[in-house]
């Protein structure tokens, strides 16, 4: 049983879900939207006190490799709504010790489609995730919808611990 447990550099990965809402105001064809959708919650997170990380014990030491697996919206109201009115969307992470990156973009939004995923960047967020103030930023391009529409962001986080962090777990 030691030698499992300090054979393996890495044996414990635990996913983070977070989601966050935003209404994006209904407009005119003429009016253009462009800077952030306003994920407030997304802002600044300190994953590092996850609950999910707090209950397998994992300190930001402990943390070897984290990714980003998942980033999608979903219109949430109206029911038939869809995401074609934006264009395109990019998302950077950055934090006060490490430069900003690019992490998710999107350029793709059919009619009627009501959830989009986003193509992922292979980056390590872990130099984010232990900064203790990681930042999510968008850049976006789109028309305003015909009518106020509720966006809910999506993203997936893996968090892969150091043996310490199992040991962290076990005791």
Known sequence: MMFMLFGCSSLLTI??????????EGGTVLEDLLGDLGFDEFVTM???????????????GDI???ALTLLELSVIEPEDG????????????????VASVLVAAQDTFPEGVSTVAFDLEDVDL?????SQALS???E??????????VVEARFVLDVTATVQGVKNQVN
């Open 46 to 60: 300190d994953l590092t006190s996850s609950e999910e990380l707090q209950n397998q014990g994992v300190e930001p």
């Open 136 to 138: 999510l930023t968008t």
């Open 126 to 130: 872990t130099p984010y995730i232990v």
């Open 15 to 24: 996913s983070i879900e977070e989601t966050a809402t935003t209404t994006v």
């Open 82 to 97: 869809d995401l074609s009115f934006l264009e395109s969307m990019a998302v950077s992470v950055s934090s006060p010790e």
């Open 140 to 149: 976006v391009s789109a028309s305003r919808p015909a009518e106020d529409t």
């Open 64 to 66: 070897a490799e984290s």
